[in-house]
């Protein structure tokens, strides 16, 4: 979606939302649990409706009356869970309706409905199967009074939708009572939308709505960071007994139920396991400097701002780099059972042999992903584990959003046929064909797939970008005219037009001899640039002008460290400086060590609360309900003479 059209659309919902009554200042009651018929109650209802409405069709004709029964039935197909029963006699009655009434309560099933098995898919927003646009345009032909609240509900979803925190609890705190299927614990929807409003609007819904004042001293509480978790929980359940008839206080969110079930103690000990010998000793190494380097800046703190405050003993422990053992025989669970907090191990299976361990107390940030996560071990277990990795797949899957952000539609992809490569043009697939497929019924859904240019030398990348462009074709037209004319042919070779980007999985050497041959391949008669998509993998940071001249219009995504912005702080002068300029692949374990040491120290109020971020220098990390760190890379471009941090193209 391109930004004048994310600008209307976001302009349409705030429109919408002017049709909802005016915020006024109001001290609200408790929400009233009011008692529901039984699901086998209401579907009995609908069936019953579809008979009679058959009845009443062959009876007298008339079609009003047909319609009204049969939307009634609809209604109850979806407060009985069985929406797409609900969409069939939508679908199948809407081009009859001619009454106002009837069309726009189709129209309000319709939307419900979407956003009822759109959450029950669990997707993402970008999978979301009803564009965010139509939803509004269907919104937008309701105006009955009967169905302003469950309207205004509906807005309230399609506002958090599209990240519009602040439109959708001010919206929603007005209709915690409105009967709508959307309002199943409509106090956790608010509860999640509020942590996630600007502090202003947090402040506002507070002095106007008296529910809301407690809502906002318990985000205080949770979002506070000079407290530690031993003061935070003490501090929620006193909040509690402040407010023992508030719905979020007599049903506590899940997420901060899982917090006040942990056996918080105080971090005095951290174990550092990484593999300091062998084969992927450079990679410990790197790591185990970012770490030392975060834990010297967390004591220059303590001694310039906090003088009193404890100061944890950091532990390093090699565990070698033999996938089949430990290196040493520290590690074990009664060695590894005095430590508050371990980080690492960085090996895969050496993450899973830790496991293996079971050690109830240790919080863990692991430095890496096992394929057999257990998603239900916080709850077993009552501390926090995390899993933090610079997975490749994670930033093609980011790469592939933000080329269907910016509405590419057709790229061809590059790749070196590395197994990094080839890990990420798979995830980049799947996640392209995912975007791709919202809302459509198309079998042949593959089809979309992108092009792949596989090549091992020069040669290959070149025969294969002109092959894939149709450049190959041109020329064999030309060749075939110039044989059966007897006069000189002047000819320039043409391109595909369709084609609008080139993603690239390839080194940097490598990137830097591609674009040229891009460039080459591309008709005269456009003036058209078209921009190469590429991640981390394929980017370093020490770039001369010629680099930079051969590498212009190349967009790419990487952590903020190797950014131009991070480059000229202090910080990264001084690892340059101690270092001797190092490389890329070090800076960003370096990086990952030093955020990883920052994860240790807030990991409770990360893991637990999905809301709250870390501003790292790996990205900005905040953990997913697979209890994964999800790292937000920032965006470059590469321009003629610069590289400029950006999000457009």
């Known amino acids: 979606m391109n930004q004048l059209k994310l600008a209307s659309i976001i302009l349409f919902v705030f429109i919408l939302s002017s049709c909802a009554t005016k915020v006024e200042k109001v001290v609200t009651a408790p929400i009233t649990k009011v008692e529901k018929p039984s699901k086998e109650l209401v579907l009995s209802n609908a069936e019953l409706s579809l008979q009679r409405a058959e009845e009443q069709w062959q009876r007298n004709g008339d079609i009003n009356q047909r319609n009204q029964l049969l939307l009634e039935a609809a209604q109850d197909f979806q407060t009985g869970e069985q929406c797409v029963r609900s969409d069939i006699i939508v679908a199948n009655i809407e081009p009859f309706l001619t009454k106002p009434f009837q069309k726009q309560y189709a129209t309000l099933l319709k939307a419900e409905c979407s956003l009822i098995e759109h959450y029950a898919s669990g997707n993402s927003v970008e999978l979301l199967k009803t564009p965010i646009d139509t939803m509004i345009s269907w919104l937008s032909t309701i105006n009955e009074p009967a169905f302003t609240n469950r309207k205004e509900v509906l807005i309230a979803h399609v506002a958090a939708l599209h990240q519009r925190w602040d439109l959708a609890s001010s919206v929603l705190a007005q209709q915690l009572n409105a009967d709508s299927?959307?309002?199943?614990?409509?106090?956790?929807?608010?509860?999640?939308?509020?942590?996630?409003?600007?502090?202003?609007?947090?402040?506002?819904?507070?002095?106007?709505?008296?529910l809301m004042q407690a809502y906002y001293s318990l985000a205080n509480i949770i979002e506070d960071e000079a407290?530690?978790?031993?003061?935070?929980?003490?501090?929620?359940?006193?909040?509690?007994?402040?407010?023992?008839?508030?719905?979020?206080?007599?049903?506590?969110?899940?997420?901060?139920?899982?917090?006040?079930?942990?056996?918080?103690?105080?971090?005095?000990?951290?174990?550092?396991?990484?593999?300091?010998?062998?084969?992927?000793?450079?990679?410990?190494?790197?790591?185990?400097?970012?770490?030392?380097?975060?834990?010297?800046?967390?004591?220059?703190?303590?001694?310039?701002n906090n003088p009193g405050a404890p100061i944890p003993q950091l532990t390093f422990i090699d565990t070698g780099s033999d996938s089949t053992r430990f290196k040493s025989d520290e590690i074990n669970a009664e060695s590894l059972g005095q430590y508050d907090v371990i980080i690492g191990p960085l090996l895969r299976d050496h993450v899973n042999m830790i496991k293996d361990l079971r050690l109830p107390e240790s919080m863990f940030v692991y430095l890496n992903r096992t394929n057999n996560q257990?998603?239900?071990?916080?709850?077993?277990?009552?501390?926090?584990?995390?899993y933090f990795a610079l997975a490749p797949e994670d930033e093609a899957i980011q790469l592939a959003n933000l080329m269907h952000s910016k509405q590419v539609e057709t790229p061809i992809l590059i790749s070196n046929d590395s197994s990094i490569s080839r890990?990420?043009?798979?995830?980049?697939?799947?996640?392209?064909?995912?975007?791709?497929?919202?809302?459509?019924?198309?079998?042949?859904?593959?089809?979309?797939?992108?092009?792949?240019?596989?090549?091992?030398?020069?040669?290959?990348?070149?025969?294969?970008?002109?092959?894939?462009?149709?450049v190959l074709q041109s020329q064999q037209r030309i060749s075939q005219m110039s044989r059966l004319s007897s006069e000189v042919v002047h000819s320039v070779t043409r391109n595909r037009r369709d084609v609008d980007a080139f993603v690239v999985f390839a080194q940097p050497q490598e990137v830097e001899l591609l674009n040229p041959i891009i460039e080459a391949s591309i008709s005269l008669f456009t003036e058209d640039t078209l921009p190469v998509f590429a991640t981390s993998y394929s980017y370093q940071h020490q770039l001369n002008k010629n680099s930079i001249r051969d590498l212009r219009n190349l967009v790419f995504v990487d952590m903020p460290f190797l950014m131009p912005e991070q480059r000229r702080q202090a910080l990264a002068k001084e690892v340059d400086s101690i270092w001797n300029?190092?490389?890329?692949?070090?800076?960003?374990?370096?990086?990952?060590?030093?955020?990883?040491?920052?994860?240790s120290e807030q990991m409770q109020q990360l893991a637990f609360f999905s809301h709250t971020e870390l501003s790292g220098m790996s990205g900005k990390l905040s953990v997913n309900a697979d209890r994964e760190v999800v790292r937000?890379?920032?965006?470059?471009?590469?321009?003629?003479?610069?590289?400029?941090?950006?999000?457009?193209?």
């Open 374 to 386: 257990d998603r239900g071990e916080i709850e077993e277990t009552g501390v926090a584990k995390v």
């Open 581 to 599: 300029n190092p490389p890329s692949t070090f800076l960003r374990l370096f990086a990952f060590g030093f955020d990883a040491f920052q994860f």
């Open 227 to 304: 407290l530690n978790d031993v003061s935070r929980q003490q501090a929620i359940a006193f909040w509690q007994e402040r407010h023992p008839s508030h719905p979020l206080s007599v049903e506590l969110p899940v997420d901060i139920q899982r917090y006040m079930e942990q056996n918080i103690t105080k971090v005095e000990k951290i174990a550092v396991l990484l593999p300091l010998s062998g084969r992927v000793q450079a990679q410990g190494d790197a790591i185990k400097q970012g770490i030392m380097s975060a834990f010297f800046y967390r004591l220059q703190d303590i001694q310039q």
């Open 423 to 470: 890990r990420m043009i798979d995830a980049f697939n799947q996640q392209w064909l995912a975007l791709n497929s919202v809302g459509t019924d198309d079998p042949f859904a593959a089809t979309r797939l992108p092009k792949i240019v596989t090549f091992t030398d020069n040669k290959s990348l070149r025969i294969g970008i002109t092959d894939a462009l149709d």
């Open 632 to 649: 937000q890379l920032p965006s470059a471009l590469i321009a003629e003479e610069e590289i400029t941090q950006t999000n457009a193209l």
């Open 181 to 210: 299927p959307l309002n199943n614990a409509p106090e956790h929807n608010l509860w999640e939308w509020f942590l996630k409003s600007s502090k202003q609007n947090k402040q506002t819904l507070a002095n106007q709505n008296g």
